[in-house]
C-alpha cells in the first residue's frame, strides 16, 4: 500500500490501518540488514511519524515465531487509535 503525505509519496508499506493511522512494517534480515536499507526504513518511518502516523515494526521472528503477540499488539493500538 501506497502513502502520501503533503510532500508527496511517503512509501509502500506492508499493512495499512487508514482510518487508524496505523502503519505495520514486516522487517526480514534480508531485504533490511543493508545499511541503504535500514537508512531508508528509518527515513520513511520518520515522515510517517511526521504526518501522524503510528508506525509498528516487527521482524520476520516475530510474525512467523509470535504471531499472537504481533496480533496483540496491533489489536491493543487499533484500540488505543479509536479510543483517542
Known sequence: MLVHDSRGL?????????????????????????????????TKQDRLTA???TVLR??????????DAVVSR???TLLRQSAG
Open 10 to 42: 511517503i512509501g509502500e508499506v506492508d499493512l495499512l490501518f487508514e482510518a487508524a493511522l496505523v502503519v505495520v512494517e514486516i522487517d526480514g534480515h534480508r531485504v533490511h540488514g543493508r545499511r541503504e536499507a535500514i537508512q531508508r526504513d528509518r
Open 51 to 53: 504526518a501522524g502516523y
Open 74 to 76: 496491533i489489536r491493543s
Open 58 to 67: 516487527f521482524t520476520w521472528v516475530d510474525l512467523t515465531r509470535r504471531p
